[in-house]
């Protein structure tokens, strides 16, 4: 009977740990994705002067 008990408990533990680690996983995928986010507008904003540029080029050609 204790064996099945000790059974019993390492499984819990081995689920608590397998919780944990898969809440740490989440908070970097989200981080991460953040992260993307913002490099993305940042790229955005960058292709946008620089389309904005390229006008006054042209029209300052013209």
């Given at each position: 009977m204790s064996v099945s008990i000790d059974f019993a408990l390492?499984?819990?533990i081995l689920i608590v740990v397998a919780l944990?680690?898969?809440v740490v996983i989440?908070?970097?995928l989200?981080?991460?994705v953040g992260s993307v986010r913002k490099l993305a507008k940042r790229?955005?904003?960058l292709s946008?002067?620089?389309g904005w540029l390229g006008f006054f080029?042209?029209?300052s050609k013209d």
């Open positions: 390492i499984i819990n944990i680690l898969l989440m908070a970097e989200i981080r991460i790229a955005e904003l946008d002067i620089k080029r042209k029209f």
